[in-house]
Structures are given as C-alpha cells and as structure tokens.
C-alpha cells in the first residue's frame, strides 16, 4: 500500500520534529495533541524552523510554504481515520500509549501502520492488546528527527515482515538511515547510552566535576558532539528519567543501571531541559 498522509500523535519535542520531516519530505501530515492548541503552537515552531533554512540558504522559500501547507492539526483522533501511517509520540507511559492504540485500532483503516517512537518501552507491550498487532512496530527517531540520520525499527513477536519493509522503506524515503532492532530493553543506542550518562551523573553526584567541565571534556577528548548534559537537557530530563528506569526494571534494578537521584530530583522540580527552561542548563 502506498504510503502518502502520515499522522503524528504527540506534539513534543519529537512530534514536532517527526511532522516538520514527513512534511518536508512531500508527506500530507497531519498534527495531533491532547492537550488544547499544543499541535497548533507545534505547527508554529514548524513554520519558524523552516524560515531557518530558508535564512540559511537550505531550503527555497517555495519549498518552505509547500512544506507547511502539507501540516495540519487535527483537532480528534478520529480526523486521522484516513492515515496510512500512524507514528505515536506522546508521553512515555506503557498505559497511556496501550489505551491510545486500542482507540486508534477502531479507527484507522484496516491496512494503516501504527508506529510507537517509544525510547526504552516494549514494543511487544504496547501492543500486546491490539487485534492486529502485525501492523504494529517501532519506529524510532532520535532528537531532532530532521537531522539525525538513524532510525531503529522495532519488532515485536507479532509484527509482520511486510510491515517492517513497508518502514524501512519509508524510513529511506525520510532520507534516513534505518536499522532493524529487536525489542529488547532500550533497543541499541538507548541501551549503549546508559552507561554514558550514568557515568557523568555519577561524577557530578560526588563533586568530582562540573557538569560543564564533564560536557567539555567529552567533547574535545572523546569526540562526542554533545556532552552527556546538554544531551540530556535536549532529550529532556524526564525522557530521559522513564528511558532509564525502564532499563533498569527490566534488568531486575541491577546497580548498573540505576536511576540517578539528581535527574530525578530535577524532574520533581519541573526542571526538564531545554523545554522547561532549565535542566543542567539555562535557556533563557
Ligand atoms: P514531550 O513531553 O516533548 O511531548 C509529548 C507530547 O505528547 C505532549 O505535547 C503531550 O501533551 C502529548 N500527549 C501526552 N499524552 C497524549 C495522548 N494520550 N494523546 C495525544 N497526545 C498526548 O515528549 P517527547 O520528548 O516528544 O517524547 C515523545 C515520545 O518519543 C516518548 O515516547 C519518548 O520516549 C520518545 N522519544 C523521545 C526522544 C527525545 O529526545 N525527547 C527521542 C526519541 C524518542
């Protein structure tokens, strides 16, 4: 079945990013968000970030209006009963995402695909109550979905290979890079990344450094882009707070990877990242 009208559910961080790259990439897309004008406020921080590239000379102003014109916000679920490809991105809740895709099952079209851009949850889970879960897998991007290049797709038990083709196809057509991953905790590079960020946590947890001296040292002497803070900042504190504590319950709470109070005292404080403000970081 050919794939042309995408719906993103979650207008976040990566909701945001996921519809500005469908739409950009010639997708009809459309918006949705649970709470009230979040998609249509996600739409216009779509329309500034595409006037970036047109100020810095990577995008035509002809393109940049094409793209827009192909975002729409829904104002219902059932406004996406047309989609042939749903990519979920809402909040980091195994309950929360199950209710959505047993709503989004009545809904769609028989031979639309359901994606969960989840970071660290089974997808097997998610999907565990679906009637047809061969329809259903991972489809993760990583932050900001319009630059990074690789995307994990995900399969559970259930899911068919026909839909893994049908998505790393349309990964492709993204122009990015996909990957087959099995379901397993935190897939690859959520797993790998645990350590990273414990590690830093860890030294900024017994004063042995600054979390600004940590981020510089593993940028010029470990070639990483991004310290583990302003990374985390980016993610977002309480992304990245779910994504490790999911690990660390499916590893039965091994001291490996425990949760870091600090993260979590932050989290309890709203200090979320470069969303809210403030994380590690200030954004003013
Ligand atoms: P976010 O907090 O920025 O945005 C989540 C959005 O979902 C919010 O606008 C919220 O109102 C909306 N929402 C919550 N429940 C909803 C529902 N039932 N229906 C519709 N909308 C609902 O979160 P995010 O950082 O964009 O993360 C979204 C998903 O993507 C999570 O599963 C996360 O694990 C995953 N993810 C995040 C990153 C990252 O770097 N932040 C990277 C890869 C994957």
Redesign the pocket.
Known sequence: MPIANIAV?????????IAQLCAQQGYTTWL????DG??ER?RQRIAQALDRRVAKGRMTTGDADAALSRVSVADS?AELSEADLVV??????LA??R??FAELETLCRADALLC??????SVGEIAAELHTPQRFAGL??????TAMKLVEVVSADATAQTTQRALHDFARSLGKTPVAVSDSPGFIV?RCARPFYSEALWLLEHGAAAAATIDACLKSGGGFPLGPFELID???L???L??TETVWQAFDHHPRFRPSPLVADKVAAGQ?GR?SGVGFYRYD
Do not use: C
């Not at 207008?11 to 945001?16: E, F």
């Not at 949705?32 to 709470?35: F, G, H, L, W």
């Not at 969960?116 to 949850?121: C, E, G």
């Not at 993760?140 to 979905?145: D, G, I, T």
């Open positions: 559910i979650g207008a976040g961080t990566m909701g945001q990013g949705y968000d649970v709470q979040a998609a996600a679920l979920e991105a809402i909040v980091e809740d929360v995402k209710a959505l969960t851009n989840t970071s660290s949850l993760h991007f990583f932050n900001p979905p959520n980016l993610v977002g309480d992304i990245n779910r994504a979320l969303k």
